[in-house]
């Protein structure tokens, strides 16, 4: 049997163009890249500061969202079922 490399190799690479991440990796990303800063005053250090409460807020809002969401296709599951 002949596996094909570059079939695979190209599905693969095709395969992850195609989703995107979600909000929860965009604000990791985020508060990591503020953590990695070397922030050279105050006023940048209470920046940054700043920021991560913006992101954490961010985060739990999402998180609600989420969650809102997933009940919302629960309810819409339960009622597609009861036609």
């Known amino acids: 049997m002949k596996v094909d490399l570059d079939r695979l190799t190209k599905r693969f690479l095709l395969g992850e163009s195609k989703v995107k991440p979600s909000?929860?990796?965009y604000t990791e990303?985020?508060?990591s890249i503020?953590?990695?800063l070397g922030s050279r005053?105050?006023?940048e250090n209470r920046q940054v500061?700043?920021?991560k409460q913006h992101l954490y807020e961010i985060r739990k809002l999402n998180r609600r969202?989420?969650?809102k969401l997933n009940?919302?296709?629960e309810q819409i599951k339960i009622l597609e079922e009861g036609k």
């Open 29 to 31: 990303s985020i508060l």
């Open 34 to 36: 503020l953590e990695s």
């Open 49 to 51: 500061s700043i920021a």
């Open 23 to 25: 909000i929860r990796a």
């Open 41 to 43: 005053s105050q006023r």
């Open 71 to 73: 009940l919302l296709e």
């Open 65 to 67: 969202l989420e969650e």
